[in-house]
């Protein structure tokens, strides 16, 4: 019996839909892409206008055969891909490559942000052709970064060593990451002291509190550079007299963030649940598709999760209102609605933010339905889009400024001093009271101390000096937050490139994440240097971004595809050409203090397919190898060997006893020497700054390496 064939990449995303669509349906998944770039060879006929060569997989000649063989007996075929550039480029490719336009069965592209029953009937009754200006959006990305690929990567293999690659876009954000390194190497810490005061009201002693001194009494900046300064300065403050100067009281409020885009939910994700890009992704993906919650079936959870748009359906504002007026009150509504209308620059199709298919859909609710993982980035996504639509915080800020001047009729060698106190107190927790934004590491947090009731004019008394020694701070290194984030400012990539980009440079080998933030290696950086010095526009921040905005104007059909890599490609391939001459081979072997136990020949450190060995000098005339192993200085809890670091075989980093195969101890998390202070057993490093015991699972903070200790108390007790 001839009905309807749907297609769509995914099974989840299938069994979903065929809750909704129910009988008269057929629905099959594509497994994503169909015809794509032969992997052998360029695939792209640089002669004849960049064609591409496209190819059907091996994999996906199945699944092709059994497209076609659905849709000669269907009466209609619905192309339900993902909405977006890729999306639209695989219903695309489905259609060349079941010839799906060679027929004369009607064929129809839907598109829907969400798979709940009201999305997807609207999007069936509203069916369109397929936008071929998103097409061949997609279409030039792909042959821009195959062109680039594989022209850079043999010069790298080359020059370098086997296995590595290039990419328009990867390359950029190595290049970050190795600049930030740089502007670590070169910062220069320059000392800087702090001062606090410990102050009181003269007949409340007991209600003190810390101002902090940032002024001489004539309003001129004061900065300590010294501890001779600092000496003498703590020396004017022991013997003055304080007086609250000014006081000032004002209301703040505090607007809610709108709700998640995609780089917006990666990087709270890392900052709230330390979700690498990679797994939020992908989770987020499952709660999209759609998960089976008992009765009601699979159902779809969220919208759209790649997408750079605020913007908000009014028939999901206009639910949230009403779940917030009857859960938390009258008084945590705005008067009007809350408008996010504004899109990133650079921004492409108009989609909507990542938000709850259904507000009344309570994350405490879904528990016995989503694993640890899904229910938790579901309750942030959860969580931050009712916020968007609750009322302001409010907050209640008071700051006092106090005038410390020398004692009676002292000769002055200064005009005094100023020190500022401030406290905040909230009066109204409005959309906090469900979610408060995260915030990286590296950002300066306000200081706010209680202060008692005050008036100016009330003399205070000298308590305690407080001074501390500090230096200036070089710029902290990525986060996976913080990367993307600039990545997005920088007009780097796209909702759909942040995850792959951040995969790529770690699966290199160009960067490692040691406690949870960025560095080069020893490759990467060489890498770098190779194509910063021989392709610096290649590389250039500014060209990338330009590269991605003109893709954009492809999207919009402002621009013709074909023309932008015909501009782009000739200075290209001149810059390869020279590059082939110019670049020097560079040895990656490391010298090792080993010998060769055949030869006796040094062992060099070399590079392989799984990673770092060692492999004997003398090569080709004797080819001993060995594991490299690094130590750790960490005995293994159970028989006392050393654990050393060793990589896998899908170069993943773990920690083993030396004495496998008799002893097969091994962590995959960094071994701490501090030993659990509960039980004694192995600490692994759990996050920066934390570890966990192997044993009790107990977390317990690490104490900081080389942190500069804070001034003793002078004054008086």
């Known amino acids: 019996m001839a009905g309807k064939l749907v297609i769509v990449e995914s099974p989840a995303k299938a069994r979903t839909l065929n809750r909704i669509l129910g009988r ?48 000669s007996k269907a009466d209609s075929v619905y192309l339900a891909t993902d909405p977006d550039r890729e999306g639209e480029a695989i219903s695309w490719h489905l259609v060349e490559a079941v010839k799906l336009n060679k027929g004369k069965t009607p064929m129809h592209r839907v598109v829907f942000h969400e798979i709940s029953r009201d999305a997807v009937q609207a999007a069936f009754q509203r069916p369109r052709s397929i936008d071929m200006n998103l097409v061949n959006a997609q279409q030039a990305r792909r042959v821009l970064d195959r062109l680039v690929g594989y022209k850079l990567s043999p010069l790298l293999w080359r020059k370098v060593q086997r296995g590595l690659s290039a990419g328009r876009v990867q390359s950029v954000a190595v290049r970050m990451i190795v600049d930030r ?16 005061v410990e102050l009181a009201p003269v007949k409340e002693e007991e209600a003190a509190f810390k101002a902090r001194l940032f002024a001489l009494g004539d309003g001129t900046k004061l900065s300590i550079g010294s501890k001779d300064q600092a000496d003498e300065v703590i020396a004017d403050l022991e013997g003055a007299q304080y007086v609250v100067k000014s006081i000032e009281t004002k209301p703040v409020t505090r607007q809610p963030a709108p709700p998640f885009i995609t780089s917006t939910l990666q990087q709270e994700a890392w900052r709230k649940l330390h979700f690498p890009a990679g797994r939020t992704m992908a989770i987020a993906q499952q709660l999209y598709e759609g998960l089976p919650l008992g009765r009601e079936g699979s159902v779809g959870l969220i919208t759209y999760m790649r997408t750079d748009s605020t913007h908000v359906a009014d028939s999901a504002i206009a639910e949230a209102r009403q779940f917030i007026h009857d859960k938390y009150g009258a008084k945590f509504l705005p008067p009007k609605p809350r408008s996010f209308a504004r899109k990133a620059k650079w921004a492409q199709e108009a989609h909507e933010a990542i938000r709850p298919t259904k ?70 927790s409005g959309f906090m009271a469900v979610y ?14 209680s202060l008692p009731r005050l008036k100016v004019g009330d003399r205070l008394i000298h308590l305690t000096t407080f001074p501390e020694q500090c230096f200036t701070q070089p710029p902290p290194r990525y986060t996976e937050a913080t990367l993307i984030k600039a990545l997005e400012q920088q007009g780097i990539g796209r909702p759909s490139t942040y995850a792959p980009i951040l995969s790529t440079i770690q699966e290199r080998e160009y960067v490692n994440k040691p406690e949870g933030r960025f560095r080069p290696t020893e490759l990467g950086t060489i890498v770098n240097r190779i194509l910063t ?25 402002k621009r013709e595809w074909i023309g ?41 450190i070399k590079v392989g397919r799984f990673g770092k060995f060692l492999a004997c000098s003398g090569y080709p005339d004797c080819k001993t190898t060995m594991p490299y192993l690094v130590k750790t200085g960490v005995r293994c809890p159970e028989c006392g060997g050393e654990l050393l670091e060793r990589v896998s075989k899908k170069k993943k980093i773990f ?44 977390k317990v903070r690490l104490p900081e390496p080389e942190k500069q200790q804070e001034g003793a108390p002078i004054g008086k007790p």
Request: glycine share 6%.
């Open 24 to 71: 008269g349906y057929t629905i099959k998944a594509s497994l994503g892409h169909v015809r794509d770039l032969p992997r052998a060879s360029l695939g792209v006929d640089i002669d004849d206008g960049f064609t591409p060569q496209y190819v059907i997989p091996a994999q996906k000649k199945k699944v092709v055969g059994e497209i076609k063989k659905e849709a």
């Open 181 to 196: 390194e740089q502007e670590i190497q070169d910062f220069v810490p320059q000392e800087y002291w702090i001062v606090d």
């Open 359 to 428: 507000i009344h859909r309570q994350p405490e609710q879904l528990g016995q339905f989503l694993s640890s993982a899904q229910l938790k980035l579901y309750e942030l996504i959860w969580k931050r889009m009712v916020a968007s639509q609750m009322s302001a915080a409010s907050y209640e800020t008071t700051s006092v400024e106090i005038e410390a001047s020398k004692a009676q009729k002292q000769p002055r060698r200064k005009a005094g001093y100023l020190l500022k106190a401030a406290s905040s107190v909230l009066k109204f």
């Open 436 to 449: 408060s934004e995260g915030r990286d590491d590296d950002e300066q947090r306000e200081i706010s101390v």
């Open 533 to 557: 010095q021989h392709f610096p526009g290649i590389v250039d921040v500014g060209f990338t971004a330009q590269m991605e905005e003109q893709l954009d104007r492809i999207a919009q059909g």
């Open 564 to 604: 932008a890599l015909q501009k782009f490609y000739p200075a290209f391939q001149d810059m390869v050409d020279k590059a082939w001459t110019n670049v020097e081979k560079v040895s990656m072997d490391r010298a090792s203090e080993k010998t060769c136990p055949n030869c006796g020949r040094p062992m060099v």
């Open 655 to 698: 920690y083993g006893c030396s004495n496998f195969p008799r002893c097969q101890f091994a962590v995959n998390r960094r071994p701490m020497p501090e030993p659990c202070p509960g039980c004694g057993n192995l600490l692994v490093q759990y996050r920066e700054g934390w570890g966990r015991c192997v044993a009790c699972k107990r």
